[in-house]
């Protein structure tokens, strides 16, 4: 499984989809998930970078801060087998700063 995980991680790097360590990988597997540890960049990843936490309880030490949100999709949704979480350098720019953003999608033709 690790390695379907790492070549997915490669792949949002490769089309910059995710810059540093800001984004995560998770599947599911027997009794939880197991997820990409805090600090991990996903264009770097390695059998080593992964931890697994339960989908009950408290999470390890370590877990990354949007594990928990991972957490939540696999209790929401039984059907899904994996959540990938990335961040492109200027959607994480525009998050961290006061730009203001047109919200609304004008449906107008």
């Known amino acids: 499984m690790s390695a379907a995980l790492i070549a997915a991680g490669r792949r949002?790097?490769?089309k910059q989809l995710t810059w540093g360590t800001a984004g995560n990988i998770s599947a599911r597997v027997d009794?939880?998930?197991v997820i990409t540890a805090s600090g991990a960049?996903?264009?770097e990843l390695?059998?080593?970078?992964?931890?697994t936490c339960a989908l009950?309880?408290?999470l390890p030490p370590g877990c990354s801060v949007e594990s928990g949100m991972h957490r939540g999709v696999y209790l929401a949704r039984p059907d899904v087998?994996?959540?990938l979480h990335c961040s492109a350098f200027h959607t994480t720019l525009?998050?961290?700063s006061s730009i203001e953003l047109?919200?609304?999608a004008s449906t107008d033709t």
């Open 56 to 58: 009950e309880g408290d």
């Open 41 to 43: 960049r996903l264009d």
């Open 31 to 33: 009794g939880g998930f």
């Open 94 to 96: 525009v998050a961290c």
């Open 81 to 83: 087998n994996a959540v």
């Open 102 to 104: 047109e919200t609304a």
């Open 46 to 51: 390695t059998p080593d970078a992964f931890q």
């Open 12 to 14: 949002v790097g490769t």
